[in-house]
């Protein structure tokens, strides 16, 4: 059984108020891999790049229990890229430059060795994309998260209703939760997007936690107070790879473990941030996940009596 993870791989340059960085490492199928492997060691991934993407990184991906099989290397291409620009609250940016480059005519193709799909990741991509590699699939995988950002909603509204009818969580943004259900109050957009098909709902807020829904009940988990945040760059593509890397784990999708896989989701955020781009995935011991994660039970935990 294994863990399909699909979405970009890519080449990013970012700029904070803490500093620029030229062209580096990322995409959000990285972000979810790395960080996803903490807790499952069998990942495949499904995605593109072009030549002038580094063999370096491709190792650094499979030292992190990535499978390469499905990832295609288009010879004379370039690599998708994104530039960002983030604003001094650091919870909001601005996409600078999205170049689609290999993404334009990717076709996904879902290797033979990967059937074996218990957990799909369907990382942010074109939901046209998303849906085929879903059909590819001889058996529907036990669970199917998506995730995906208001460039899709956008640019392909439609394809994207249609990928959402067959998912079990969506997770995406405050914005882009009211964005796509045209409400304000996220109780009644969480409500209305799940009438969309999603059975779960996670709306992530940045430094004030995310919220998980489903049709009858909400749980809250906030982030851990830190006192840098260098670079929000993947938080979310790595909350949802500790999400569905515990999931996986664990083989239980049940609301209640799904609350304990949003807080371990949480504290993988949390080290994100810590540097820019992937650096602080790329040499995380199990000792210091172990322990954030343990910073965020205390956090939250507290006694009440009422007279
Ligand atoms: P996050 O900060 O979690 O939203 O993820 C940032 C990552 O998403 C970056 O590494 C980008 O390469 C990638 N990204 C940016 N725009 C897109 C897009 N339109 N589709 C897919 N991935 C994107």
Redesign the pocket.
Known sequence: MSLLVV??V?F?AIETPFGKTNKIV???A??IGMSASKFYDHINLVSVVGNDFPKSAIEMMQNHHMDMEGLQIKQGEKT?F?AGKYHNDMNTRD?LE?QLNVLETFDPKVPESYQDCECLMLG??MPAIQKKVLSQLTERPKIIVLDT?N??MDNCLEDLMEALKNVDVLTINDEEARQLSGEYSLVKAARKILSFGPKHLIIKKGEHGALLFNHDEVFFAPALPLEDVFD??????TFAGGFIGHLCATKDYSFQNMKTAVIIGSAMASFCVEKFGTERLENLSDEAVEQRIQEFVKLVQFDISLK
């Open positions: 979405g970009t890519a990013d990322g995409g959000a990285t972000y998708f994104w996409t999205t942010n991509l950002m460039f899709w929000p760059t993947g938080a979310g593509d």
